[in-house]
């Protein structure tokens, strides 16, 4: 027996009632789990009580027949047993598999509906252990424990009954051999919980110092610091293998101790039991029966505590999880939708059931429609992530329809802040944004960001082929239309030459891509949308000049007609804007066309000579 080394839940009853509602939800496939698990308990039970009344009735008499019957009895007792043994562990695999789908299910749900701060202050591995390592340990539970609970419960209980309806005086030094054991399971149990819980702490640190050294080899190798990473490394280890080996130490000694505690039991006993029998104040009977049932409570001890430490180990995982369950999800309280229209000779417009590449918004209480045009303001926004620290101070600012804007400034101006409040992945906190004369917390976020496409400068490629991450930006794209998108791009050259084409398998993020062919990507994606906004967030960063002035024309065409947002380290890439501001510290100080902005010769001026550089 080895306790479960995880950390017990901190609100065992919230955590436990919300499984129960999980496992609710299949009552009667753990009712029949239940029942049959009694059944097979129950003949266990039945079973070891026959030694009585065969030894008693049949043996010490000499009735052969009767001892047959009575062995068949027994037999088919057991075989009833073993035939719910098989039926329960079969229907637990079902309805753990329907506990687990649900759970996974729900998690994910909630996890598309978490706003990006919740990933911003939670690392990936974390997020990603509840999915794996937590629902991992919820059904393995539910898989060995639940059943293996109840059935241990029922013959820890039934054993004592049996014990004392056979014989109560030496049922109490059963009693005592049991409280001994239990008292030890808890010393021992504290111990080892203690020390598996600091084992877990530094197994973490030494993963994730692991993880790190194996990204950073190359910066290690350069400053020849290999010596001192190992160090590092022996120190970490070392205090794993200390906390590792005191809780095994402590957890190992558990069956040990309980076997020799019921070795102890079962000899003192057998030995009154047999004076008792001598002096005639038991049977022959009663005395094998009790000495079997000594004998056997000792495994049901032991797997009711091992099984009870697993179930509270899973009740943790399951914290974890209900905890990522309750986050907040994203507000959207919009009432504004994107459809598809039709617009007559003077331009009225009628909404459709068909895509007709024209849309409009639509206030879902009023069904009034609106042309989506690509009109973005910002009117005195502010903004900061944290409370206590601004990030854009009262900015404001137009894109007219088919405008191009360019943000320049320093890391940490603000620039990227204003693409994530465009997109509504943060909500301000003064001001207001409109988009069409709207204010963009009343147009549902769905819509919002249908009706952008947004390139990131950090590109995330799918498991998948060329054309189904191109398509990641239109579902229902043609091959036709994921083609000429990626043409639009400049990738369709480089995609031909790829062993499958357009075919080709990306996996690992596109590793085996370089940066500017998975930025072309992005791009390609961007285009196949067909937004009427568009967002550049440093998207021709990881793209060599060169290869940035081969595929100028096609950003210009994508471009064309769109309103257009472009973050940009490259000045020369913001020179045909339509208007430039320069951020610094959430605030614009200028703004013009690139000209304007030179003849200023303020901050623009200093960057686009050099005199300055942008970081």
Same mark, same amino acid.
């Given at each position: 027996?080895?306790?479960?080394?995880?950390?017990?839940?901190?609100?065992?009853?919230?955590?436990?009632?919300?499984?129960?509602?999980?496992?609710?939800?299949?009552?009667?496939?753990?009712?029949?789990?239940?029942?049959?698990?009694?059944?097979?308990?129950?003949?266990?039970?039945?079973?070891?009580?026959?030694?009585?009344?065969?030894?008693?009735?049949?043996?010490?008499?000499?009735?052969?027949?009767?001892?047959?019957?009575?062995?068949?009895?027994?037999?088919?007792?057991?075989?009833?047993?073993?035939?719910?043994?098989?039926?329960?562990?079969?229907?637990?695999?079902?309805?753990?598999?329907?506990?687990?789908?649900?759970?996974?299910?729900?998690?994910?749900?909630?996890?598309?509906?978490?706003?990006?701060?919740?990933?911003?202050?939670?690392?990936?591995?974390?997020?990603?252990?509840?999915?794996?390592?937590?629902?991992?340990?919820?059904? %393995?539970?539910?898989?060995?424990?639940?059943?293996?609970?109840?059935?241990?419960?029922?013959?820890?209980?039934?054993?004592?009954?049996?014990?004392?309806?056979?014989?109560?005086?030496?049922?109490?030094?059963?009693?005592?051999?049991?409280?001994?054991?239990?008292?030890?399971?808890?010393?021992?149990?504290?111990?080892?919980?203690?020390?598996?819980?600091?084992?877990?702490?530094?197994?973490?640190?030494?993963?994730?110092?692991?993880?790190?050294?194996?990204?950073?080899?190359?910066?290690?190798?350069?400053?020849?610091?290999?010596?001192?990473?190992?160090?590092?490394?022996?120190?970490?280890?070392?205090?794993?293998?200390?906390?590792?080996?005191?809780?095994?130490?402590?957890?190992?000694?558990?069956?040990?101790?309980?076997?020799?505690?019921?070795?102890?039991?079962?000899?003192?006993?057998?030995?009154?039991?047999?004076?008792?029998?001598?002096?005639?104040?038991?049977?022959?009977?009663?005395?094998?029966?009790?000495?079997?049932?000594?004998?056997?409570?000792?495994?049901?001890?032991?797997?009711?505590?091992?099984?009870?430490?697993?179930?509270?180990?899973?009740?943790?995982?399951?914290?974890?999880?209900?905890?990522?369950? %309750?986050?907040?999800?994203?507000?959207?309280?919009?009432?504004?939708?994107?459809?598809?229209? &039709?617009?007559?000779?003077?331009?009225?417009?009628?909404?459709?059931?068909?895509?007709?590449?024209?849309?409009?918004?639509?206030?879902?209480?009023?069904?009034?429609?609106?042309?989506?045009?690509?009109?973005?303001?910002?009117?005195?926004?502010?903004?900061?992530?944290?409370?206590?620290?601004?990030?854009?101070?009262?900015?404001?600012?137009?894109?007219?329809?088919?405008?191009?804007?360019?943000?320049?400034?320093?890391?940490?101006?603000?620039?990227? &802040?204003?693409?994530?409040?465009?997109?509504?992945?943060?909500?301000?906190?003064?001001?207001?944004?409109?988009?069409?004369?709207?204010?963009?917390?009343?147009?549902?976020?769905?819509?919002?960001?249908?009706?952008?496409?947004?390139?990131?400068?950090?590109?995330?490629?799918? &498991?998948?082929?060329?054309? %189904?991450?191109?398509?990641?930006?239109?579902?229902?794209?043609?091959?036709?239309?994921?083609?000429?998108?990626?043409?639009?791009?400049?990738?369709?050259?480089?995609?031909?030459?790829?062993?499958?084409?357009? %075919?080709?398998?990306?996996?690992?993020?596109?590793?085996?891509?370089?940066?500017?062919?998975?930025?072309?990507?992005?791009?390609?994606?961007?285009?196949?949308?067909?937004?009427?906004?568009?967002?550049?967030?440093?998207?021709?960063?990881?793209?060599?000049?060169?290869?940035? =002035?081969?595929?100028?024309?096609?950003?210009?065409?994508?471009?064309?007609?769109?309103?257009?947002?472009?973050?940009?380290?490259?000045? =020369?890439?913001?020179?045909?804007?339509?208007?430039?501001?320069?951020?610094?510290?959430?605030?614009?100080?200028?703004?013009?066309?690139?000209?304007?902005?030179?003849?200023?010769?303020?901050?623009?001026?200093?960057?686009?000579?050099?005199?300055?550089?942008?970081?």
């Amino acid at each position: 027996m080895a306790t479960a080394n995880r950390k017990r839940p901190k609100n065992l009853r919230r955590t436990f009632g919300k499984l129960l509602s999980y496992m609710g939800m299949h009552k009667f496939l753990l009712a029949a789990v239940a029942l049959l698990v009694t059944v097979s308990a129950g003949a266990n039970l039945l079973g070891t009580y026959m030694v009585k009344p065969i030894i008693n009735q049949y043996i010490v008499p000499g009735d052969l027949k009767g001892l047959i019957f009575g062995v068949a009895v027994t037999a088919a007792i057991y075989l009833t047993g073993a035939a719910a043994a098989f039926g329960y562990s079969q229907t637990m695999v079902k309805a753990a598999q329907k506990i687990i789908y649900d759970i996974r299910r729900d998690l994910f749900h909630t996890m598309e509906k978490l706003p990006l701060g919740y990933f911003d202050s939670h690392p990936d591995g974390d997020t990603m252990s509840r999915f794996t390592n937590d629902v991992d340990t919820i059904s %393995d539970a539910l898989n060995n424990s639940f059943a293996m609970i109840i059935q241990s419960f029922i013959q820890v209980v039934g054993t004592l009954t049996i014990l004392f309806i056979l014989n109560w005086q030496l049922s109490f030094l059963v009693v005592l051999g049991y409280a001994s054991m239990f008292l030890y399971i808890r010393y021992s149990g504290k111990k080892s919980t203690y020390y598996f819980n600091h084992q877990q702490q530094y197994l973490g640190e030494l993963n994730g110092y692991i993880e790190e050294m194996i990204r950073g080899q190359k910066v290690v190798k350069v400053f020849n610091h290999e010596a001192d990473s190992l160090r590092a490394f022996h120190e970490k280890n070392a205090l794993l293998r200390e906390a590792g080996t005191k809780a095994t130490a402590y957890s190992s000694t558990m069956i040990p101790m309980v076997v020799s505690i019921s070795y102890i039991n079962y000899a003192v006993v057998a030995v009154l039991g047999g004076l008792m029998a001598i002096w005639g104040r038991i049977d022959i009977g009663t005395l094998a029966s009790y000495l079997i049932f000594v004998r056997q409570s000792t495994l049901p001890v032991n797997q009711f505590t091992q099984q009870s430490n697993f179930m509270l180990a899973a009740l943790a995982g399951a914290e974890r999880i209900f905890d990522m369950m %309750d986050e907040t999800p994203e507000e959207d309280a919009g009432h504004v939708v994107l459809a598809n229209v &039709t617009a007559d000779s003077q331009g009225n417009l009628e909404k459709s059931a068909q895509r007709t590449g024209k849309w409009a918004w639509e206030d879902t209480r009023t069904h009034a429609l609106t042309p989506l045009r690509g009109d973005v303001r910002f009117h005195d926004v502010s903004f900061g992530y944290r409370e206590d620290k601004k990030i854009l101070d009262k900015v404001s600012l137009y894109a007219k329809p088919g405008q191009k804007i360019a943000f320049v400034g320093s890391t940490g101006a603000g620039k990227t &802040t204003i693409i994530n409040l465009i997109s509504r992945f943060y909500d301000i906190s003064g001001g207001a944004i409109t988009y069409d004369g709207i204010d963009i917390r009343d147009i549902k976020k769905e819509a919002l960001r249908s009706s952008m496409a947004v390139v990131l400068q950090d590109t995330h490629l799918f &498991t998948g082929t060329i054309a %189904d991450n191109i398509r990641f930006g239109k579902l229902d794209a043609t091959d036709q239309e994921v083609e000429n998108a990626a043409r639009l791009a400049g990738a369709d050259s480089f995609i031909r030459r790829l062993p499958d084409g357009y %075919d080709t398998m990306i996996t690992g993020d596109g590793q085996r891509l370089s940066q500017g062919q998975r930025q072309l990507l992005a791009i390609a994606r961007a285009a196949v949308a067909d937004p009427p906004v568009l967002i550049l967030d440093e998207a021709t960063s990881s793209i060599d000049t060169r290869t940035e =002035s081969l595929i100028e024309k096609g950003m210009d065409r994508l471009m064309e007609g769109r309103t257009v947002f472009v973050i940009a380290h490259r000045l =020369s890439t913001v020179r045909n804007a339509n208007a430039i501001m320069v951020l610094d510290h959430g605030r614009i100080i200028e703004r013009g066309d690139h000209q304007e902005l030179l003849d200023q010769k303020g901050m623009y001026y200093q960057l686009y000579h050099g005199m300055f550089e942008l970081s």
